[in-house]
């Protein structure tokens, strides 16, 4: 199993800032994604954070705007860039260990 | 990418028994069968996975037909903490990833159980 953390929870942010969420994991694992869930929609792929090298964007998804990085097994932060009140949603971390996928609580953010 | 479809919500009271059926028409050989479950305000939580017949855990069975289909959750003896979202997903490598073996998150099923 992997247990997930994500920083910070929740945010209320302001448009046109920006905003870096962490996620941790127990275990060093390989597969690593960004998820989205807007307001009573189901998850959507962002990306696939990949560990040395540049992350992979689902369709609708650019790095300008959801810059990830992965510095090691563990670690990840998405970043929500140039924020405007359509990014409010919950972004989830999650990853693969063994054959199975575990999600992160999320980090629910709202832009004002 | 297999597609999937679930009834979009259920209805129950405690101590029956509720089985969701999702329906994957389109299952490719080598393709794995996933059902996660969602509260409010958390992230999925991984219920169980099969490929064929039957799989049970403490949690939940999973009952997958000779064609596969389609598969059905069925969870013993649902109480009031089982009201949530159930999600039935589809893929060759039993997770969600990106790219051709990237998996889609569907509507899922809204169960609601009543006391």
């Known amino acids: 199993s992997a247990v997930i953390s994500q920083k910070p929870s929740r945010d209320i942010c302001q448009r046109g800032t920006s905003l870096t969420i962490q996620c941790q994991v127990d275990s060093q694992v390989t597969m690593m994604f960004w998820y989205r869930q807007q307001p009573g929609q189901s998850l959507t792929l962002i990306a696939t954070?990949?560990?040395?090298?540049?992350?992979?964007?689902e369709s609708g998804f650019v790095i300008d705007k959801f810059p990830i990085s992965r510095p090691n097994l563990t670690f990840s932060t998405l970043t929500v860039s140039n924020m405007s009140p359509e990014d409010s949603s919950i972004y989830l971390c999650s990853v693969v260990a063994g054959e199975t996928q575990y999600f992160g609580p999320g980090t629910r953010l709202l832009v004002l | 990418l297999a597609k999937t479809t679930q009834p979009i919500s259920m209805d129950s009271y405690e101590g029956q028994e509720v089985n969701i059926t999702c329906s994957h028409n389109n299952i490719a050989t080598n393709d794995y069968i996933t059902w996660y479950q969602q509260f409010p305000s958390q992230g999925p939580r991984f219920i169980i996975q099969g490929y064929k017949t039957k799989v049970t855990n403490e949690v939940a069975s999973l009952f997958i037909p000779a064609d596969r289909k389609s598969s059905t959750l069925s969870l013993p003896r649902v109480s009031l903490s089982d009201t949530a979202v159930y999600y039935c997903l589809v893929g060759d490598n039993g997770y969600s990833g990106g790219g051709a073996d990237g998996l889609t998150f569907g509507k899922g099923t809204h169960l609601i159980i009543q006391p």
């Open positions: 954070a990949n560990q040395g090298s540049e992350a992979t964007y």
